[in-house]
């Protein structure tokens, strides 16, 4: 209870009115695209599973402080960074491209800079962007996209992925560009309305997995890593290092939980997100298109400086101060406090690799049953039209790429049976034709 003290004032008695202090509270805004595989682990997992929550720090300055935590979903990353400039999120989760443009932007400013301070999501080849036709189309190659439209959402790194591809390919000057978003692309494809779309994680796989689309080009055939992080304003760090820590802990957290149960991981993203689970499973699991993990390696900042360049001839972007920009800080402590070495940990990059012993030959994903492994590639089809025979419901099949060594759906991928009766599967039917010729193209159907 509250005891009310008199007070004089001039000879009169007054009433003081009790005082009790309000609790201070801080705001916490972070912009992300669920829709994005790579970004997940920065954004829609820690919003739904409340890791931010866990590990907010709660004493000495903190203690008393009132949280609001804001969760911003986008579909692409420059909106993010507007909102960040205009103050009203201090972090933005976005890929390599609108990584370098949202630190430029703020350098530009003058009054307040970004931090790049962890990738959220990488595949070190570049698979994740790619080039995708009509599954009807005639197309199989980029070079007959020559006299021809590409649709791309401009900025993003699949934009830039293609205006390296069609350079190195001699086709700039010969294919229209085109700037449309992730779902126009997507419909427009579906529909028969644009030639080719090329985008980033996971629209390629999607279309693929919906029997719209059918991929012609590989990210990682323009030999550049793509990778997602999270970028933080440098005026709320420097207030709040302690919730900055708080969500690089939170985040290295949710790449555990994609690591410990793929499928799991897999299924609830995509109740949260709309995106298929099967297509989510070929990014999350052993063997798939994503690796989380959270340290800044130099093959990444190179890309970036890469990235830099090309966005300064392409969209006339400012300079970056790459040295005080990229931000080694709090991911270096979360792992050091985990007792890993982040030296160690940088010099270390997974690489897709169909030889490893943990990683199966094929898999096959029963609905009542869950996820089947194979020793071979034969075996998952043999397993796969048992499962048909029988009347089962089959989610999805998961094969490799010979040529890369990339995991990709068995339904879209081109077979070759060798003489001895093995099945050897390509994600290009040009790479199938040049290996096939001791042995027989055959098409997915034919293999049931």
Not at 34 to 48: M, Q
Not at 216 to 243: L, Q, R, W
Not at 433 to 443: N, Q
Request: hydrophobic residues 40%; aromatic residues 10%.
């Amino acid at each position: 209870m509250h005891r009310l003290t008199p007070l004089i004032v001039g000879g009169v008695a007054l009433t003081a009115i009790p005082f009790t202090a309000l609790a201070e509270t801080i705001t916490i805004g972070i912009g992300h695209q669920s829709t994005v595989t790579n970004t997940v682990p920065g954004g829609i997992v820690l919003e739904k599973l409340e890791l931010l929550e866990k590990h907010l720090p709660k004493d000495g300055k903190y203690a008393g402080v009132d949280y609001e935590i804001v969760y911003k979903d986008y579909t692409s990353g420059p909106p993010i960074t507007n909102q960040m400039l205009a103050g009203k999120l201090a972090f933005g989760v976005m890929g390599d491209y609108p990584l370098i443009v949202n630190g430029a932007k703020f350098e530009k400013t003058g009054r307040d800079e970004s931090r790049f301070i962890l990738v959220t999501g990488y595949n070190l080849k570049g698979t994740g962007n790619g080039i995708v036709v009509p599954v009807d189309s005639d197309v199989f190659a980029l070079e007959q996209l020559a006299g021809k439209s590409i649709s791309t959402p401009v900025g993003s790194a699949a934009w830039g992925m293609t205006l390296k591809v069609l350079r190195d390919h001699d086709l700039i000057d010969k294919v229209q560009l085109k700037n449309q978003s992730p779902p126009v692309g997507v419909t427009n494809i579906a529909q028969g309305k644009i030639d080719a779309h090329a985008d980033f994680c996971p629209w390629s796989e999607v279309m693929e997995f919906r029997g719209t689309g059918r991929k012609i080009y590989d990210g990682s055939e323009a030999g550049i890593p793509t990778f997602h992080g999270t970028v933080v304003a440098k005026s709320f760090a420097d207030k709040y290092p302690e919730i900055v820590q708080a969500y690089v802990n939170a985040s290295l957290e949710a790449q555990d939980w994609i690591h410990a149960d793929p499928m799991l991981a897999a299924t609830k993203v995509s109740e949260w997100t709309g995106v298929e689970k099967e297509v989510l499973y070929l990014y999350f699991s052993n063997g798939g298109i994503s690796t989380f993990e959270g340290s800044i390696k130099p093959q990444w900042v190179e890309a970036l400086k890469y990235d830099h360049n090309l966005l300064v001839e392409e969209k006339n972007v400012p300079p970056l101060t790459f040295e005080k920009w990229i931000d080694h800080t709090f991911v270096e402590a979360a792992y050091e406090a985990r007792g890993i070495d982040y030296e160690s940990l940088k010099r270390s990059v997974v690489t897709s690799n169909i030889t490893h012993p943990t990683v199966p030959a094929a898999e096959l994903w029963l609905a009542d049953e869950g996820i089947k492994t194979f020793g071979s590639v034969k075996a998952m089809t043999e397993a796969l039209a048992a499962a048909e025979e029988a009347g089962k419901k089959v989610n999805a099949s998961y094969v490799y790429d010979k040529a890369t060594g990339l995991k990709l759906f068995g339904h879209v991928a081109f077979y070759v049976k060798t003489p001895e009766g093995e099945l050897v599967t390509f994600m290009k039917k040009g790479d199938a034709e040049a290996f096939s010729t001791d042995g027989i193209l055959v098409a997915f159907a034919d293999v049931l």
